[in-house]
């Protein structure tokens, strides 16, 4: 994926106006979301900065369309995005990563439950936290 953020963006002020100006981007991109998805669980996202970016994204999406406008598909794309963070969780890739990317993680899992529980999704708990 196009937009691999490197850890300049820290101290680089030009750099963080252009992160700023494509991560802006992405959220108005109606697949923008879309490709952040995607981005994590084919692990081409791998940098943790990456992925937060990119699950801001996503924190986006779920806040302001994915309760009106999502489909099934899309719904499915979200619980593939929380079972590839609960499969990293088990093989232990998870406990190495920084607490700000388990924590907006946790984040989407909440907004993801709140939306779809238990309408869309009545068996949230079991699938997410017996099954994994």
Request: glycine share 4%.
């Given at each position: 994926m196009?937009?691999?953020?490197?850890?300049?963006?820290?101290?680089?002020?030009t750099q963080q106006a252009r992160v700023y100006e494509y991560l802006e981007r992405l959220k108005q991109d109606p697949n923008g979301w879309r490709n952040c998805v995607q981005g994590i669980v084919d692990g081409s996202a791998l940098e943790a900065h990456?992925?937060?970016?990119f699950l801001q994204v996503i924190e986006s999406y779920l806040r302001s369309q994915y309760q009106s406008t999502s489909t099934e598909g899309e719904q499915q794309m979200m619980r593939a995005l929380m079972s590839n963070w609960l499969e990293r969780v088990q093989s232990g890739h998870v406990s190495a990563e920084p607490v700000y990317l388990k924590n907006k993680m946790a984040l989407?899992?909440?907004?993801?439950?709140?939306?779809?529980?238990?309408?869309?999704?009545?068996?949230?708990?079991?699938?997410?936290?017996?099954?994994?």
């Open positions: 196009q937009g691999d953020i490197s850890s300049s963006v820290l101290t680089d002020p990456n992925q937060f970016l989407i899992f909440s907004l993801v439950y709140v939306v779809d529980f238990p309408s869309r999704w009545p068996g949230f708990f079991k699938e997410v936290f017996l099954n994994n």
